[in-house]
């Protein structure tokens, strides 16, 4: 069974600066997606990020951007300029590829993103 | 974007009460529809995977006469907790996805916070 490990429970930023957090993760596919979530306090789940485990170019979404190193099975998420509206948890998650959507997420447990005016 | 909803946001029962919650997939056809259970300050844990016109998969653990999934259209699935205990409460998200848009991406819906007395 795949696994998703966020060792950062909490993490704090200074407005503007830049934060990374860190995500890990277990499977023994070759072919998968991963993903970064944003949970704001009103609990929608918002997607930030994806990367396709085929693709080595890491991808890039504005201020985010990930370093997907898929022998190390790691995936970490960089946020740059951090902002207020950045606060909130962030889940890394893994999806099988099965060609269809049809697979659930398997999430981490998060990490609780704090940023300092 | 694709516009997820839940109904209730919110419900309140008393124990040994069935309680239904509606996801319904707002300008697209959702041919899966997933149910995540998310427990105060933790992560999201896949309940169940439902595809339009089957019977649901559920994930090892969840008791399938507790939570009964149906997914009788391409915009709607609902999720009945049936003889509810207070251990039930919970958080429930669900998220679809549609193999008929092109794209594998989950969209999720608000969530419904329930809470059994």
């Known amino acids: 069974a795949q696994t998703v490990t966020q060792s950062q429970p909490e993490m704090s930023v200074q407005e503007a600066e830049t934060v990374t957090l860190s995500c890990t993760y277990d499977t023994s596919e070759s072919d998968y997606y991963l993903f970064w979530y944003k949970q704001p306090p009103s609990r929608q789940m918002i997607l930030v990020i994806r990367?396709?485990?085929?693709?080595?170019q890491n991808a890039t979404e504005n201020r985010f951007s990930v370093n997907f190193q898929k022998a190390a099975k790691s995936f970490s998420l960089k946020i740059s300029d951090s902002q207020l509206g950045d606060a909130a948890m962030y889940f890394c998650a893994y999806r099988v590829y099965s060609g269809g959507g049809a697979d659930g997420l398997t999430f981490g447990k998060g990490t609780h993103l704090i940023i300092q005016p | 974007g694709a516009v997820v909803s839940q109904h209730p946001s919110w419900v309140i029962c008393k124990s040994g009460t069935s309680v239904k919650i509606e996801c319904r997939s707002l300008d697209f056809q959702a041919t899966t529809m997933f149910w995540y259970r998310q427990f105060p300050k933790q992560s999201l844990m896949l309940m169940a995977t439902?595809?339009?016109?089957?019977?649901?998969?559920?994930e090892q653990g969840v008791e399938k006469d507790k939570f009964l999934i149906n997914h009788a259209s391409l915009t709607l699935s609902t999720l009945t907790v049936t003889s509810a205990h207070p251990e039930d409460s919970s958080f429930y998200i669900c998220s679809a996805s549609s193999r008929l848009a092109g794209t594998d991406t989950q969209y999720f819906g608000p969530g419904t916070r329930l809470t059994v007395l």
């Open positions: 439902s595809n339009e016109g089957s019977k649901a998969t559920y």
């Open positions: 990367q396709e485990a085929y693709k080595q």
